[in-house]
């Protein structure tokens, strides 16, 4: 598999080119809520192209959570988002169309996963999607967009189940989680001379999917397994599971969950006076993992992430201060991911668009041209999609938190 080294910063360049005369007449659909700098359509008649004339509107939703208690990863790849489209708003209304975001909460919930992607489908007007954020919405909102030819790219959900469906309109710029779990095991393995662990998860798609993996390579690896326990997610007190975790004496803990239930778990573990490594997957990407479990309690906590140091690199950290300046946001652990995610689907839009000499495409036609993408340039990770819909170009970085900061170590090997 061909692969992006850590975060060269390509430039990402979404140059419009001819201008393409002529736009179908559109609706104004109902069910969306927009979100920020967005702006109406002006008209839903035949219009000419070439900015002078009437802009049709378009409608590209954001979906993830963007409340409760893991908020961080649907708000971050949003502002993202956002910040691409409003690169690109101009572009389009040049070519005829108006192309507005419209930001949706699922609250990583499976079931309010299928009522938001219901309601999306029922807007005419929506001819894509970035997101889900999560596996869990993500697979059961799929169901949904498949029916109707809805083409979504997710800047995070990692689930390897998610693409392994058969549904045509699945993709994501990030790496699967059997890609993520495997690295992890051998990262600990190779670089953290690990040599038994205890192996924990919180019984939903994406913790126990990371765990499943990381089970899987130890096992190939010779690494000792000193047991194999499921918790529920949004419990307060760990203390008894714990209890038996600690009686077997691992040098690591691995928890495949979010960093909500991870936080509350390592400072309860750190109380009962274990000192050795706990490793997660990108769940843990948070600041509120480091004030959840107390700084000190955080150090010897290494994670694996799908995406890469945005400030590794002098554009990188350019890019930071355009973006935080521009939008007021700080950069999140999705925000580049969603800024490429966007990237890709303006792209397909526009080839779209194209083909279909200058009209409004359909939904099928958007999906078609996302689908073929091919050696797509983005600011944070290159993109072709194979087949399933998985980028052949995504890769697995490493990061621990040390003195309440998060520090990256580099690409898992």
Known sequence: ?????????????????????????????????????????QNSGSGGGGGGGATEKLVIAVVGPMSGQYSDYG????????????????????????????????????????????????????????????TGASVTAAAQYDQEKLVMV?????GSDLTEQGKKIV??????????????????KNSLNVKNAFIMHDKQAYGQGLADEVKKQFEKDGVQILGYEGVTAGEKDYGAVLNQILATKPEMIYFGGYYSDAGIIVKQAREKGFTGIF???????????????GAENANNVVFTSTVGDVGATEEGKKWIADFESATGNKVGIFTSFGYDSMGVMLHGLEEAIKANGGKKPTREQVLEAVHNIKDYKGKFVNVTFNEKGDNEFASVYVYKYENGQKVYIGEAK
């Open 1 to 41: 598999m061909k692969k992006q080294k850590t975060l060269s910063i390509l430039a990402a360049a979404f140059t419009v080119s001819a201008l393409l005369a002529g736009c179908a007449g559109g609706g104004g659909g109902t069910g969306t809520q927009q979100s920020g700098g967005e702006t109406p359509a």
């Open 75 to 134: 708000s971050t790849a949003k502002a993202g988002a956002e910040y691409a489209l409003k690169e690109k708003q101009e572009a389009f209304k040049q070519l005829g169309f108006d192309v507005q975001l419209s930001s949706q909460d699922d609250q990583a919930d499976p079931k309010q996963g299928v009522a938001v992607a219901q309601m999306l489908i029922s807007n005419p007007d929506v001819i894509g999607v970035v997101g889900h954020a999560t």
């Open 154 to 158: 997710s800047p995070s959900a990692t």
């Open 171 to 188: 993709h994501r710029i990030c790496a699967r989680d059997d890609q993520q779990g495997s690295k992890a095991a051998i990262y600990a």
């Open 279 to 293: 490793m997660g997957g990108d769940g843990y990407d948070s600041a509120d993992l480091v004030k959840i479990a």
